[in-house]
């Protein structure tokens, strides 16, 4: 049996499979997230001055550290997915999984950043565990 859904109200479907089906989104986080403004916030740009430009970060990072060290750990990111991704529902029982993250010289505050948003946009539920794999770092 089928029946129409009504995105967003928390509540579970069933659908000719029999399978039931869940409105993962989290819809007030999404919508504090819309609400930031700040350097760097929903992914645009970071306006550097003349003095903050300095090539040396490129060099030892591939990418500026300066701004990285200046861009909130908790920041917003633009929904860059399909809009029919945005209204997907997902089986209500999905497994948890590892989350491995191997990084070497990695700047600290964009490694800092990925783990806070795996886990301030994932339900902890799904998360057995985030392992970190240094290889060979020599900082």
Same mark, same amino acid.
């Given at each position: 049996?089928?029946? +129409? ?5 928390? +509540? ?26 700040g350097k760097g916030e929903h ?12 090539? #040396? ?18 920041? #917003? ?21 590892? =989350? ?18 795996? =886990? ?6 799904? =998360? ?12």
């Amino acid at each position: 049996q089928t029946f +129409q859904l009504g995105l967003g109200d928390g +509540q579970f479907y069933s659908w000719t499979d029999g399978l039931r089906r869940k409105d993962w989104h989290d819809y007030e986080s999404i919508q504090k997230e819309a609400m930031r403004s700040g350097k760097g916030e929903h992914g645009k740009p970071y306006p550097l001055t003349e003095e903050d430009r300095d090539d #040396s970060a490129y060099r030892e990072n591939g990418f500026n550290i300066f701004v990285s060290n200046n861009i909130a750990l908790e920041r #917003s990111l633009p929904d860059i997915r399909h809009a029919n991704c945005k209204h997907k529902m997902y089986l209500e029982r999905l497994p948890n999984t590892s =989350i491995i993250i191997p990084f070497h010289n990695e700047g600290w505050t964009s490694l800092l950043r990925t783990i806070h948003s795996i =886990i301030n946009r994932t339900p902890e539920s799904l =998360i057995a565990e985030i392992i970190l794999v240094d290889d060979f770092s020599d900082r």
